[in-house]
Structure formats: C-alpha cells, structure tokens
C-alpha cells in the first residue's frame, strides 16, 4: 500500500513534465507549479513519516486528549486533501458535502481547544483565598488608631 502511494504521488509531481515542456507556459504558472511541487514533496514526506509509524505505537504514547488531536488533525488533513482533488477535478468544493464534513472536524476541533484551554487555566485555590480574606480582614485590639486599613466590614 505505501509503494502506490509513493507511485501517485511521483507521478502527481511528474505530471507537468509529462504534459509538454515547462518553457511552453507563462512563467508565472512555471513558478506556481515549482512552489506547488515543493509542497508535495512536503506532504510526500510527511505522509510517508506517518505511514512509517505503528498507529497502536503512537497513540500508546499519547493521552487520550492528545490522540483526540491527532486523530482530528488527520481527518483534517485528508479532506483537506480531497478538497484540493475536487478543484483540480474542476468540482467546485463548496457545492460539495466535504464543506460540511470539514466544518463537522472544525466543531470537534474547538471542542478539544475548549477542553486544553479549561486545563491551562488558572484554579482557585479556597484555603488561600480564605486566608487571605481573613488577615485582611484583620481588626486590632488596641485603640483603634491603626484600623484604617484593617477594618472589620459589617
């Protein structure tokens, strides 16, 4: 199964020598082309790291928050994908049920981002916010010369 992926995607990238000359097109497609075929090959890599990866090997390393994660930024990813197929198809995207689908990851997304930042953030501690309440709430014995700050509220 790795060796078809490697062979579509060489041949994917081969595709613009196949079709003619690169000197026949305008030079500004010449440049997109060149910046497009970097990007496969960034992609090409990096399908070929995660297909080189045990999936049990990995998600045992992982916490369940964090597989969360990985699993939604893959199914992210392969739409994404399929979202670029369908307009090199000539398929407008939009028309398409992968804009639900990806607005669905989108959700789910949030909802792990909700649950990261719930964790980061700051708790109250109530045994110190209770000291703190009651020396400042402090009230001297003496004559009452020093209760300007400590005085006791009613």
């Given at each position: 199964?790795?060796?078809?992926?490697?062979?579509?995607?060489?041949?994917?990238?081969?595709?613009?020598?196949?079709?003619?000359?690169?000197?026949?097109?305008?030079?500004?497609?010449?440049?997109?082309?060149?910046?497009?075929?970097?990007?496969?090959?960034?992609?090409?890599?990096?399908?070929?790291?995660?297909?080189?990866?045990?999936?049990?090997?990995?998600?045992?390393?992982?916490?369940?928050?964090?597989?969360?994660?990985?699993?939604?930024?893959?199914?992210?990813?392969?739409?994404?994908?399929?979202?670029?197929?369908?307009?090199?198809?000539?398929?407008?995207?939009?028309?398409?049920?992968?804009?639900?689908?990806?607005?669905?990851?989108?959700?789910?997304?949030?909802?792990?981002?909700?649950?990261?930042?719930?964790?980061?953030?700051?708790?109250?501690?109530?045994?110190?916010?209770?000291?703190?309440?009651r020396n400042a709430?402090?009230?001297?014995?003496?004559?009452?010369?020093?209760?300007?700050?400590?005085?006791?509220?009613?």
């Amino acid at each position: 199964m790795q060796a078809n992926k490697r062979t579509y995607f060489t041949s994917f990238t081969n595709m613009c020598d196949e079709d003619g000359p690169v000197e026949d097109y305008p030079t500004e497609i010449a440049e997109s082309l060149t910046g497009f075929d970097s990007s496969i090959g960034s992609v090409n890599k990096m399908v070929d790291t995660m297909i080189s990866l045990s999936k049990n090997e990995v998600l045992q390393k992982l916490d369940p928050l964090e597989q969360a994660k990985l699993d939604l930024m893959s199914a992210y990813a392969l739409n994404s994908l399929f979202w670029v197929y369908l307009v090199t198809q000539g398929i407008n995207p939009k028309d398409h049920g992968i804009k639900q689908e990806l607005e669905r990851i989108r959700t789910y997304m949030n909802k792990v981002k909700e649950i990261t930042d719930r964790k980061k953030a700051a708790r109250l501690d109530r045994g110190a916010a209770s000291r703190f309440v009651r020396n400042a709430l402090w009230e001297s014995e003496g004559d009452g010369s020093h209760q300007s700050k400590r005085r006791k509220q009613s």
